[in-house]
């Protein structure tokens, strides 16, 4: 399912991110400029080798301010770009008139006659979703009907989020206004129903629809999960090994609950690695998951250095002695895809120092309490009584969090939410018709770092591991029903993987 956003959501959307503080205006402008440099240049490699000629025709607001974005990131390709530029400068929109100052290529005043172009690409950023009324001023028409015949007898043209002219919610090119047809049409974020609609196919061309950084928050739905199947000629390790460390005689149970999950998601093998005085509880409790010793820092270097290893969970069970600490700190070293759980959460918020050495390939999987051990204040700030709208939320505590500690946060409970560092967020509510009252059981957060770290080793990123993971542990807890315990997690696996993938 592709979401359209009207004009009106979108600059909700750009607004609500601007306000929390997210990103400014000015970085939106710059990632749509870059964007659209980075859509011109996959679309036509052959410009992209040749350090091509451009024109860019810039409007008199935040739409111009893209095409002085993108003149400036052509420039600095090597190309010879021209600005034709509408309206004075010192009634441009503040981030428009920044990107006219840091411009520093040949300009021409747009209120001179227009005269065709005989270079490589023109880019028409005159008016975007900002267009309110129809395009009458003569000399600006001029310039449009000249970017229409650009397109028509070179072909290499673009528009900025949408063709001048055009209006972005209906698709209809308003009542006696001139338009502009382009090759291409780069909009930002999410494609607008006047894209699709009446005559806009027709002046877009073709549609990039091109990411700026704006955040985005989505419930984790069947929709969105990948098919899981495995490959038919993969190698066991084309999907992955998986490492799990596990704690001292008698506390191995989380650990090999952990290991089972993992392996049940399809990585192609799943190692424990524990301290010799388990190794006879583990071996005598485990078959298809390997076993190897581990008693130092050192022992757990040498396990690393296999390069098929793919991720690596630590916490359940671990322990909270040094030795533990210097491990997770290994762990940590290695730069591997990595899911922190319970007692090496507890490490991390003991230490700030080893807290800082988290990478964008960890997973943090708190529940509220570890949370509020490793960000006091975040959760001071949720846990407040909500006296005025709109409250604090655990989706901004867990944005929070994700961002002042560099990984992927996913923040546990009936509501879990799941965040990265650059804002990307998604809620799994068990909930409604996913409510999954059993899984409030001992040992079923032990399980869903397996599930993280199974997927993880599989080559998914870490937020979609942690989002996936999210949805499979709900569903192998709805799928067993009443009288669930964490064992019984990872065999429902089988089921729910088999609703989920196509059968091979
Ligand atoms: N708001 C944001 O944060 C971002 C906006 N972006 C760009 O900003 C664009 C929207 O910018 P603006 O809202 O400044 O609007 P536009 O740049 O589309 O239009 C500028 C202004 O021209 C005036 N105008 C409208 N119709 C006219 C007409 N027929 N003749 C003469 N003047 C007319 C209006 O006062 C309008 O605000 C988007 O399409 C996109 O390209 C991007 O930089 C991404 C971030
Ligand atoms: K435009």
Redesign the pocket.
């Known amino acids: 399912m592709t979401e359209i956003l009207t004009p009106a959501q979108m600059?909700a959307t750009?607004q609500a991110a601007?306000d929390s503080g997210a990103v400014t205006?000015l970085a939106?402008?710059e990632q749509?400029g870059a964007a659209t440099r980075d859509s011109i240049l996959s679309y036509w490699p052959g410009l992209a080798r040749d350090r091509a000629h451009a024109r860019v025709l810039c409007?008199?607001?935040?739409?111009?301010?893209?095409g002085y974005v993108i003149a400036r990131l052509l420039m600095d390709r090597g190309w010879k770009v021209q600005v034709v530029a509408f309206g004075a400068p010192d009634h441009l929109?503040p981030d428009a008139r920044r990107n006219f100052d840091r411009y520093e290529g040949a300009l021409l005043d747009g209120a001179t006659a227009p005269r065709p172009f005989e270079g490589d690409l023109s880019v028409d950023a005159v008016?975007?979703?900002?267009?309110?009324?129809?395009?009458?001023?003569p000399t600006i028409c001029g310039w449009l009907v000249e970017h229409d015949r650009f397109t028509t007898r070179v072909g290499a043209s673009v528009a900025?989020?949408?063709p001048s002219g055009l209006d972005a919610n209906s698709g209809k090119v308003l009542d006696g206004?001139a338009c502009a047809r382009s090759a291409l049409t780069v909009t930002?974020h999410r494609a607008k129903p006047g894209h699709y609609l009446a005559q806009g196919p027709d002046y877009c061309g073709a549609l990039h629809v091109a990411g700026?950084g704006l955040m985005t928050f989505r419930l984790i739905s069947p929709d969105w999960l990948p098919d899981l199947s495995k490959a038919r000629l993969a190698h066991k390790y084309d999907h992955g090994h998986a490492l799990v460390l596990a704690g001292g005689h008698g506390k191995g149970g989380a650990a090999r609950l952990c290991a089972r999950a993992a392996l049940r998601t399809g990585a192609g093998a799943v190692t424990l690695l524990c301290p010799s005085n388990a190794l006879t509880e583990n071996a005598s409790q485990l078959d298809a998951i390997m076993l190897r010793q581990c008693d130092s820092p050192e022992d757990l270097r040498n396990c690393l250095a296999d390069t098929r290893l793919s991720s690596v969970c630590l916490g359940p069970g671990l322990g909270l002695g040094p030795e533990q600490a210097a491990l997770v700190a290994t762990a940590l070293a290695h730069g591997r895809g990595l899911v922190l759980d319970a007692d090496a959460i507890t490490h991390l918020a003991r230490s700030p120092e080893m807290a800082q050495t988290l990478h964008e390939g960890c997973v943090l999987t708190p529940h509220a309490g570890e949370f509020a051990r490793l960000f006091p204040e975040i959760a001071a700030r949720l846990d407040a009584p909500a006296t005025r709208g709109p409250a604090y939320s655990k989706l901004d505590a867990t944005r929070d969090a994700a961002r002042l500690i560099g990984a992927t946060v996913l923040f546990k409970g009936p509501d879990t939410v799941v965040a990265t560092p650059n804002g990307q967020a998604a809620l799994h509510a068990a909930c409604y018709d996913r409510a999954a009252p059993w899984l409030a059981t001992a040992g079923a957060g032990d399980v869903l770092a397996g599930l993280i770290c199974g997927l993880l080793a599989r080559g998914y990123s870490p937020f979609h591991a942690a989002c996936w993971g999210a949805y499979l542990h709900v569903d192998c807890a709805r799928t067993f029903g009443p009288g669930l315990t964490a064992d019984d997690l990872p065999d429902m696996l089988p089921r729910v993987l088999a609703q989920l993938t196509v059968p091979v």
């Open positions: 600059r750009e601007i205006g939106l402008m749509a409007g008199p607001g935040n739409n111009g301010g893209d929109p008016f975007g979703t900002g267009l309110s009324r129809p395009i009458s001023d900025v989020d949408i206004s930002f700026i």
